[in-house]
């Protein structure tokens, strides 16, 4: 099973950026990655995917202006660059693999530990 660790979270003002980055060990099952978060009381919901053949990218119409998703191949990393940050971004993110149809329902092969991202208004 691949092991996910996210770093980047932090705490930043409306307005701002941010840039997650998630390392995955090295396993040739990967097929497909994404970004989920979820905010206290609230269920978690999907952010970004993309398929690692191809490189073919899908994000929630929510994000999908502000945020980017990209990869490097060669570090076994994937990222989420999140722009124009508002207070509604505020939640925990989690870095999700697996093939796409178990990233999109939402059961990936694996979960990252997760990261929070704070946007003050």
């Known amino acids: 099973q691949v092991q996910l660790v996210e770093s980047g979270g932090g705490v930043v003002q409306a307005g701002g950026s941010l840039n997650l980055s998630c390392l995955a060990s090295a396993d040739t099952s990967i097929n497909t990655m994404g970004w989920f978060r979820q905010a206290p009381g609230s269920e978690r919901q999907f952010v970004c995917s993309m398929r690692w053949s191809g490189g073919s990218t899908y994000c929630t119409a929510s994000v999908k202006d502000r945020f980017t998703i990209s990869r490097d191949d060669g570090k076994n990393s994937v990222y989420l660059q999140m722009n124009i940050l508002n207070p509604a971004d505020t939640a925990v993110y989690y870095c999700?693999?697996?093939?796409?149809?178990?990233?999109?329902?939402?059961?990936?092969?694996?979960w990252g530990q997760g990261t929070q991202v704070t946007v003050s208004s």
């Open positions: 999700a693999a697996g093939s796409y149809t178990d990233i999109m329902l939402y059961n990936p092969q694996s």
